[in-house]
């Protein structure tokens, strides 16, 4: 049996004993005695590559966003603090205090949206998750193996969560479930047993239910904050933890916990080893720095500008499932986008930057580009709207259709499925590596090569101090 097969009790409301006596509710034992016992013999390596490759895909994103004003914003308050033991800021090098090199590396994989996804009854990013267990392996001068563990465990938390309950719904946010997944991530790293674990998924979550305003209206830079936050706080918990910090030991079934928020006991899948596949292989990646959902209309419209120039088009619909719909193509900041932090949710901002540029890259979302007048104009003839088949077919299937209209009135229909970078249209290794390197301008040509060559041998490294922590820049 799987471990959410043979673990989980009958009922989620019950309550077990464990440890020391403390009561738990299910869901907290369930992830903490995962978190716990998971070791590096259950990880076959197929799915050890399939972690590097999320790491690989996750430090690209990191090293994009390593000169993002909200990223440079969390460096300058990291230079504030030091001391032992300290953190690492990817490729600079920089020492600071763990909580914050956590914060600081959470922020630079989140911030240019390009990082991995993973959506069933919730959604979000399970690279998010970098930051903090990085951080931990810091603390613990752990080598790589000890590394891709405690990231191994905090994306099967993070995956189990967003499969087993719905948190948008009730006007919660993803990084409610990045915290949990950072902090059971982090837990492993610093060698917490069961007892430990459940005291870390509980600091983690009770103290951090955070509000989906996030993502909504008129965006900020607190769109790429949340999670980073999420990162911090989980590795603070795991730290908490490891001192021996009780917490509240029913954070879900509680009557005031978590359940009676979302109106929904958590219902868990198999979580991966003893015979059940690892979820770092069932990420999907993004080719495009933008919103996941915005993948496949970027490939519709580019399929688009070769059949019907920009400038001739008169009307045009994207016709998408629900969740898009409301995420990035609904609301009139949508069509009122003029910074970046609103323009890579903008569904018609994305769609219409595609068909004048031929790509979406960094360069589309500089202001001076978004606030481009043609581009503000072809958004005015843009509609969004959802599609009830897509919406059934949703996530299985991810599709987009786009019907456009020039001013004679002919017609051009174009549709994109599994955008490049779903787990059925898989971005290969080399597709990676030319992804970190895209992205990683501010790194010269060599020490891109050594960092990559460290990122796919980490189970091989040592220690992380003088290798992937070193400076690169």
Request: aromatic content about 8%; hydrophobic content about 45%; some cysteine.
């Amino acid at each position: 049996m799987g471990w959410g097969a043979r673990s989980a009790p009958a009922s989620p409301g019950a309550r077990i004993v464990i440890v020391g006596g403390t009561r738990l509710d299910a869901p907290t034992r369930l992830l903490s005695e995962y978190a716990a016992s998971l070791s590096w013999d259950e990880i076959p390596e197929p799915a050890t590559h399939a972690m590097k490759r999320c790491l690989v895909d996750g430090f690209a994103c990191a090293a994009g966003g390593l000169d993002g004003e909200p990223v440079r914003i969390a460096r300058r308050m990291a230079a504030t603090l030091s001391g032992e033991p300290s953190g690492t800021v990817l490729f600079t090098g920089e020492r600071t205090a763990p909580d914050m090199a956590a914060f600081v590396n959470g922020m630079m994989v989140r911030y240019l949206d390009f990082n991995d996804t993973y959506r069933r009854k919730e959604g979000g990013h399970p690279s998010d998750v970098i930051g903090a267990v990085l951080a931990a392996a810091n603390m613990a001068h752990a080598d790589g193996r000890r590394f891709l563990l405690g990231m191994t465990v905090a994306y099967e938390i993070f995956a189990a969560l967003a499969e087993a309950e719905a948190l948008g719904p009730a006007g919660i946010d993803h990084p409610t479930h990045t915290a949990v997944a950072a902090a059971l991530g982090a837990g492993k790293v610093l060698g917490l047993d069961a007892e430990g674990m459940a005291n870390a998924l509980s600091l983690a979550l009770v103290p951090n239910v955070t509000l989906r305003a996030t993502r909504e209206g008129r965006l900020s830079m607190w769109k790429a904050g949340a999670a980073a936050n999420a990162c911090r706080n989980g590795l603070f918990a795991a730290r908490l933890a490891a001192m021996g910090m009780t917490a509240p030991p029913e954070p879900f079934m509680a009557p005031s916990g978590l359940r009676r928020l979302l109106g929904a006991e958590p219902a868990f899948g198999p979580l991966g080893g003893r015979g059940q596949d690892f979820h770092a292989g069932r990420t999907n990646m993004k080719y495009f720095p933008a919103e996941y959902h915005a993948q496949a209309p970027i490939w519709a419209a580019l399929d688009l500008r070769e059949r019907m120039r920009p400038d001739a088009i008169a009307q045009l619909t994207v016709y998408t499932y629900e969740f898009a719909f409301h995420e990035i193509g609904s609301g009139d900041e949508k069509w009122r986008a003029r910074d970046r932090d609103t323009a890579d949710h903008s569904l018609p901002y994305i769609v219409a930057a595609a068909l004048e540029d031929g790509t979406v890259g960094p360069a589309q979302f500089d202001e001076e580009r978004i606030r481009r007048p043609s581009t503000q104009a072809l958004m005015g003839r843009i509609a969004v709207r959802e599609d009830p088949e897509l919406t059934r077919d949703y996530p299985s299937v991810i599709a987009t259709r786009i019907e456009a209209t020039d001013a004679r009135g002919r017609v051009e229909r174009v549709e994109a499925r599994f955008p490049k970078g779903h787990t059925r249209n898989p971005l290969s290794d080399d597709d990676l590596e030319r992804k970190f390197r895209s992205a990683a301008g501010a790194l010269a040509p060599a020490a891109q090569d050594r960092f990559l060559d460290i990122a796919w041998s980490l189970d091989r490294v040592p220690t992380l101090d003088d290798t992937l922590c070193a400076k690169f820049v």
